[in-house]
């Protein structure tokens, strides 16, 4: 837990200061907002993962307000928040919001600016040039094992995003089990 006294912006003030860090970079500042859900971890020829993941956003596209969704979460949360440029799509900047005390210390050497006195981190990464997945077969076959931790593993998923949106926040470990007993007496009991 940090000692330092933080005050995170709105999400607004946010994005605005996301977009003229990305615009100072020479990089996109129209945004494609992706989630673990949307992450596609392949394997090279040798079977080894590749570093870069492509993305989908055509078989689990997030709700419009899902970023948002995500920051207000994190932002409750103590621990150091991201935003984080995988690549570009089609002159547009695909993006994560990360949070995890992973991230605390991770200095300009690696790519993280932080915004001062927010607890946040700014990584535009590099000018790579993502490939978006159409293809269900391939999306299927995606790396969801064996792979190395990644600094994008503490991204939120969509499920999450769907529970904020219909409970004002993410359920418990129980609440997820009740909901599935009561799912399963409901196919069971006569209507």
């Not at 709105?10 to 020479?26: K, M, N, P, T």
């Not at 919001?97 to 001062?116: H, S």
């Not at 792979?147 to 949106?165: A, N, S, W």
């Not at 609440?175 to 409901?186: K, P, Q, S, V």
């Amino acid at each position: 837990m940090s000692n330092d006294p933080f005050r995170r912006p709105d999400f607004s003030g946010v994005v605005s200061e996301w977009q003229a860090f990305l615009r100072q970079r020479g990089l996109p500042a129209e945004l494609i907002w992706v989630f673990s859900d949307n992450l596609c971890f392949e394997a090279d020829g040798e079977g080894r993962p590749r570093p870069l993941p492509a993305f989908q956003i055509q078989f689990t596209p997030p709700p419009p307000n899902a970023a948002e969704c995500a920051y207000e979460y994190f932002a409750e949360q103590d621990c150091p928040l991201v935003f984080y440029r995988l690549g570009s799509h089609a002159g547009k900047s695909v993006c994560l919001i990360l949070c995890d005390e992973w991230f605390r210390g991770r200095t300009g050497d690696e790519g993280f600016v932080p915004k001062e006195g927010w607890n946040i981190s700014m990584r535009a990464g590099d000018g790579v040039e993502l490939e978006e997945i159409t293809d269900f077969q391939r999306w299927r076959q995606r790396l969801m094992k064996s792979r190395p931790l990644h600094d994008l593993d503490f991204c939120m998923d969509l499920k999450g995003v769907h529970e904020i949106l219909a409970h004002g926040r993410v359920l418990t470990a129980y609440e997820h089990y009740a909901l599935r007993f009561l799912h399963a007496w409901g196919r069971l009991l006569p209507r």
